[in-house]
Structures are given as C-alpha cells and as structure tokens.
C-alpha cells in the first residue's frame, strides 16, 4: 500500500515537474521570437549578412534562458513540500525497514546526524567551514553499539580576484563505536588518502606524536599518531593493523579511525550519501531501490566484521 502511495506522489510529482517544463520552454521561445522580430523590424531596410543574424540570434537565445530559469525555479519551490513528502516516505518504506531487520530496535532519524562539536572534541579533526550531517542510525551489531550518519566536511577557498568556492574534503560514512577495550589516551590511524585529520598542526597543543610500527608496508598506507606510544601498540597489534590495511585497500585509502573517551570513530570517505530517496522523475524499481539500500547497510556491518570489532 505504501509503495503505491509513493508512485502516486513521485507520478504526481513528475507530472507538474513536465508541465512547468512545457510552459518554461514556450515562454522562452516566446520571448527569443518576440526578440528576433523586433530586431528584424528595425533592422530592415539595412544590409543583412550572417555576422548581423548572429548578433541578433544570440542575445535572443540568452534571453530566452530566464523565463526557463525562472519558471523551473517557481516549480522547485511550489513542489518542495511534495518532494519532501515523497522523501520522507522513501526513507520509511525502504530504508527503515530495511535497517531494522538488520539491527532489531535500531532508530533513524534521516534528518539528525553526528554532532560537529562531537568531531571537533576529538581534536583529532578539523571540520571545516562547512558542515552537515545527516541520516543518523542508532543501534547495535554483533553485541555492539554503534551510532552512523552521513558527513560532508567543506572548505571555503577565495581566488585572487575575490571569487569564492568550496571544496569537499570528507564525504561519507561516519561511525562511532563503543567498543570493550579499556585505553585512556587518544590514538589516530589517518589514511593517506584522508583529507580531514588535523594532527600536524595540533601536534604541540594535544601532545600527539607520530608512532612508527614495525610494517613499512603499513606505514605505505597510514600514519598513526598517538598521546601514548605504549597504549598504542597495546591497541595496534599485527592482526588488527592487517585488518585496517584491508579495509584501507576497500575504500582507496581513505580511511580513518579515531580512539577517544572509550569510544572507537571510523570515517570512510567514499564521496557519496548513503540511503538516498530514488530519483523522483523516474518509476520505482522496488527490487534494485531494496538492493541499494542493503548496500548501503553492508558498509556498516562490514566495517564491523573486517576490523572483528568486540
């Protein structure tokens, strides 16, 4: 029943959208003709040649853009709550059920994530000039808690002519895991390939120190830094840094786990967002939108069962 009501709204949704779409373009080549014959008229009598129709045809198909523009822009907002509406129902109907039959009594909240000052306070991160989160999964797998969301980390960049940009430097899965070993210091594995992890300048302040294991082949992939070298090689042993270099491997490097207050992060930078609603202008495949989902899914437990977290 559900996933009738959801084809309604997106069938509902795909209609007004290629309505507002016929009557942007006909406003558009309305204004563009309007133009062209104006320019026509007054021009007649003069000497025509190709350079002339062009100066004419392009400030014609210019203007012709706002009035799409502008028409596609009133549709967008008109429609927000109906997108919202079918979002929202997307996430019930697919991604809920779906993470519940994976982690029984789990809760989701698709717009909640991880907090930025729960980041910030691992001083082990640096979280930008833009940050959001989304998509919070709380639950357990395996006897252990763990809390999920999407992150996207951005920062702000200006060109030497006051032009301003962002740049992604983290989007992905984030996870916080309370995990059953005792350890009281802070410890960092940052994959190279991690573009987040602030520890070279903070080094001084947090009193982190880089620490050198005895695989070079892992020290190839990731650097480690640590408040206390002892905990760290207590935490670090072969089997677990074999297992990192694997699910480093997995995800290109980009890859990092933090050790802080009793609890175990694991950001993966996979530069995508995890249990998106399905395009709304297009009919629901159910099949491949549940595939998707428990995809989706399988980044949390596989964190879980390469790393053998307990």
């Known amino acids: 029943m559900q996933i009738q009501k959801l084809e309604r709204l997106r069938a509902e949704y795909h209609a007004k959208y290629k309505k507002a779409q016929r009557y942007s373009l006909i406003a558009a080549i309305a204004l563009a003709t309007l133009i062209l014959g104006i320019s026509l008229v007054s021009s007649r009598g003069g000497r025509s040649s190709v350079f002339s129709f062009m100066f004419t045809l392009v400030p014609a198909f210019v203007a012709a853009i706002f009035p799409y523009a502008f028409g596609m822009i009133i549709f967008y907002i008109a429609n927000h709550k109906l997108a919202a509406e079918y979002k929202s129902l997307y996430k019930s109907v697919f991604v809920e059920k ?14 909640a994530g991880i907090d930025e000052s729960e980041l910030s306070a691992t001083c082990m991160v640096d979280t930008g000039d833009v940050y959001r989160s989304e998509d919070l999964v709380c639950g357990e797998y395996n006897g252990l808690k763990f809390r999920q969301a999407d992150v996207l980390i951005q920062e702000r960049e200006e060109d030497d002519e006051g032009h301003t940009s962002y740049r992604t430097i983290f989007m ?11 350890f009281q210091f802070k410890l960092a594995v940052v994959g190279k390939g991690f573009g987040v992890a602030s520890l070279r300048s903070r080094d001084k302040i947090h009193k982190f120190r880089r620490i050198t294991l005895e695989s070079d082949a892992f020290h190839n992939r990731f650097r480690v830094y640590a408040e206390d070298g002892f905990e760290a090689f207590y935490l670090l042993d072969p089997a677990f840094l074999e297992r990192i270099e694997k699910l480093g491997e997995a995800h290109g490097g980009r890859v990092a786990l933090f050790f802080v207050g009793g609890k175990l992060h694991i950001a993966v930078d996979n530069r995508s967002d995890a249990f998106e609603a399905a395009s709304i202008t297009k009919p629901i495949d159910v099949d491949a939108e549940a595939a998707r989902v428990k995809a989706d899914i399988k980044l949390i437990t596989d964190v879980v069962d390469s790393l053998k977290l307990k």
């Open 98 to 111: 779906a993470l519940r039959d994976s982690f029984p009594g789990c809760t989701y909240k698709m717009d």
């Open 172 to 182: 992905g899965r984030w996870a916080v895991f309370d995990i059953k070993k005792d």
